[in-house]
């Protein structure tokens, strides 16, 4: 059964909500891959235990910035908005209430959000030049601004 952050198991409803949304992520990514619930909801606890130990506090302010939302939530009948599928997109940078953000196209949620705008060019084209793809930089309205093409 697919859990989100209204719907998930007893032994998680302790943990910190940034920990068990995690757990909650992990555990239906273990699932859709054919593991069976009694084993993905401790390995899926202990692996969010250690992801919020190890993650900075912007990484976790992020990962909350989508309040309650599981990928689950937002859409159940979809993966997880990000992986192999956006290895080939282009990165956007678009304005974001926190500053200027970097996402793939075609994802949920965005990579990076930086203070300015320069900062999310330029993390953008790193991402980009990994991925062989390009930039796709908008304006605050949204618009396009420009293109900026990059090497594989």
């Known amino acids: 059964m697919p859990w989100s952050m209204k719907d998930y198991p007893a032994s998680l409803k302790n ?10 992520d992990i555990a239906n990514a273990m699932i859709d891959e054919g593991y069976e619930e009694g ?18 506090t912007d990484e976790i302010d992020d990962f909350l910035t989508h309040d309650d939302e599981t990928e689950r939530d937002a859409d159940p009948s979809s993966g997880s908005g990000s992986g192999p599928e956006l290895m080939n997109k282009a990165e956007h940078v678009i304005k974001h209430k926190k500053g200027w953000a970097v996402k793939a196209e075609g994802a949920k949620r965005v990579s990076e959000i930086k203070d ?37």
């Open 15 to 24: 943990l910190e909500k940034p920990v068990r949304k995690k757990a909650i």
């Open 39 to 56: 084993r993905a909801i401790p390995i899926a606890t202990s692996k969010a235990k250690e992801w919020a130990e190890n993650a900075s």
């Open 116 to 152: 300015t705008k320069k900062e999310a060019i330029e993390r953008a084209k790193e991402i980009a030049a990994h991925k062989g793809t390009e930039v796709i930089v908008h304006l605050a309205d949204g618009s396009v601004q420009r293109k900026i093409k990059t090497g594989s």
